[in-house]
């Protein structure tokens, strides 16, 4: 299991910045992949930036040159730095982790989210 804690969110006007934070319970190393997710209201959850235990990252095309999420692994924390916020990327941002479970299989972990206004 892994218990994943979420910060960083909050109001920000058009072009401004924030930086969400992921502190996980364990080491990151011993998560296969980890990421951020974002749902806007009637909308479904979507990917937005994430990446795998060989450090390969993704990023959805919206937020691509924007958004950078990095790791701090002496301190088990994922963040996701969002610059240049525009107000479609209004949601709240969830943290996953993803561990192997049996074989073949992957068992997904959630934050409680965080809420990211972007308004003037």
């Known amino acids: 299991q892994v218990q994943l804690v979420e910060s960083g969110g909050g109001l920000v006007q058009p072009g401004g910045s924030l930086r969400l934070s992921c502190a996980a319970s364990?080491?990151?190393?011993?998560?296969?992949?980890m990421g951020w997710y974002r749902q806007a209201p009637g909308k479904q959850r979507e990917l937005v930036a994430g990446?795998?235990?060989?450090?390969?990252?993704h990023y959805t095309d919206s937020v691509k040159g924007r958004f950078t999420i990095s790791r701090d692994n002496a301190k088990n924390t994922v963040y996701l730095q969002m610059s240049s916020l525009k107000p479609e990327d209004t949601a709240v941002y969830y943290c996953?982790?993803?561990?192997?479970?049996?074989?073949?299989?992957?068992?997904?972990?959630w934050g409680q989210g965080t809420q990211v206004t972007v308004s003037s």
């Open positions: 364990r080491s990151v190393f011993s998560i296969y992949a």
């Open positions: 990446f795998t235990s060989g450090s390969n990252t």
């Open positions: 996953n982790a993803r561990i192997i479970g049996g074989p073949g299989t992957f068992l997904d972990y």
